[in-house]
């Protein structure tokens, strides 16, 4: 054989060997347009319009599971079979502990777990409670709101009326900072305005939608009343002339009945409760809302504002007290009340007890108010 031919013949096999040796490339599709070659750390901008981008992932503070929130301990149980206890509230000294029960209230010593008076009077439900600030003497009126049609006040160390309201079938009170007025929310849909002095009627104020007024409200600083209807609409009056000068409509699709109302301490915030278990706060100067917190399964009930405003408490259909860190819409401590729907809240004047009363709707004398001590 030819050596040349032979020489020529092995560098191909060797050739051969070699490339079958080669890792295998992938094949690339040409540029298009469409789909331009990219360095690998270059990100394109252009979507085509059949593509849905997805969405940049949103930072969500964790929801805090049972662990991490704290359990309120049990100072007090007030008793079954009294209520429903749709109102309460603590007297400015914190000796007294006042809860509806019917068409009674109930005055209770919390220190020592004892009843210390009942007062009489009211001929139908009571829906409200609050007391007056204190007088320069020191002692202090007990407004109550009933569906009979009368706001009664009361002086509870005689047990006695003091004046007698013709209101209408009334939902709620509240008292001028200074104690010489008082607010009446009624069924008709009215904010009144009365002169406790002389018991006589100042102003009535016709809601634009004529719903009933369930809650309200007035400012720490005295020149704004905020009220809760029936239909969702919360309506902020201006106390010198009585014109609404902000209304909060259309956050929900949902009924939206204002159960609770509370402004804070401080007048910067108002919180509110609604049937779809939600806490909403809101910035009453320019109406917008702030914060929604999923509060509870069912109704959301009774609101409180904790004495220095650092914590907010709700209750509601779903048995539970809960109370919230205000600025990060997070539960601080929570506990199931008993097998009732939990109506209303109310912090002591300390800050170191929050009570919540509970209640099955218009079942006379069926009810219970705990008190509770914050962690």
């Avoid at 096999?13 to 094949?27: F, G």
């Avoid at 009453?284 to 959301?300: E, F, N, R, S």
Wanted: net charge negative; glycine share 10%; with cysteine.
């Amino acid at each position: 054989m030819n050596s040349k031919w032979v020489l020529w013949m092995f560098i191909g096999l060797l050739a051969a060997a070699l490339a079958a040796c080669q890792p295998a490339s992938p094949a690339q599709p040409e540029p298009t347009s469409l789909s331009p070659t990219l360095p690998p750390t270059q990100i394109p901008t252009g979507i085509p319009p059949t593509e849905t981008p997805m969405p940049t992932p949103t930072l969500i503070s964790p929801t805090p599971t049972r662990r991490n929130v704290q359990s309120l301990r049990e100072s007090a149980d007030l008793g079954t079979g009294k209520g429903p206890a749709y109102s309460q509230d603590w007297s400015p000294d914190g000796l007294l502990l006042a809860t509806t029960d019917t068409d009674q209230i109930r005055l209770w010593n919390t220190s020592t777990r004892r009843e210390t008076g009942v007062l009489t009077g009211h001929t139908d439900f009571i829906w409200g409670l609050a007391w007056s600030p204190p007088a320069p003497d020191g002692t202090s009126l007990l407004a109550s709101a009933s569906q009979d049609g009368y706001v009664r006040l009361w002086d509870v160390t005689t047990g006695a009326t003091t004046a007698t309201l013709q209101t209408g079938w009334a939902y709620c009170v509240d008292w001028s900072p200074d104690g010489q007025q008082l607010a009446v929310g009624t069924n008709s849909g009215e904010v009144q305005i009365w002169d406790v002095a002389s018991q006589q009627m100042l102003h009535t104020w016709q809601s634009p939608t004529h719903t009933a007024v369930l809650s309200l409200g007035w400012s720490p600083d005295g020149n704004t009343i905020a009220s809760g209807e029936w239909a969702g609409e919360i309506y902020l009056w201006d106390v010198a002339t009585g014109q609404v000068h902000q209304t909060i409509t259309g956050y929900s699709n949902e009924p939206s009945d204002v159960n609770g109302l509370a402004w804070s301490p401080d007048g910067s915030t108002l919180a509110t409760t609604h049937p779809d278990g939600q806490v909403r706060l809101w910035d009453p100067a320019t109406g917008q809302l702030t914060q929604t917190i999923d509060a509870h399964t069912g109704w959301a009930r009774g609101i409180a504002w904790s004495p220095d405003g650092n914590l907010l408490a709700s209750t509601g259909q779903d048995r539970r007290i809960v109370v919230w860190d205000p600025l990060t819409g997070l539960a601080y401590a929570e506990q199931h009340h008993n097998h009732l729907p939990v109506w209303s809240v109310s912090w002591s004047p300390d800050g170191a007890m929050v009570a919540s009363g509970a209640g099955d709707y218009e079942q006379r004398h069926v009810g219970a108010t705990i008190v509770w001590r914050v962690p």
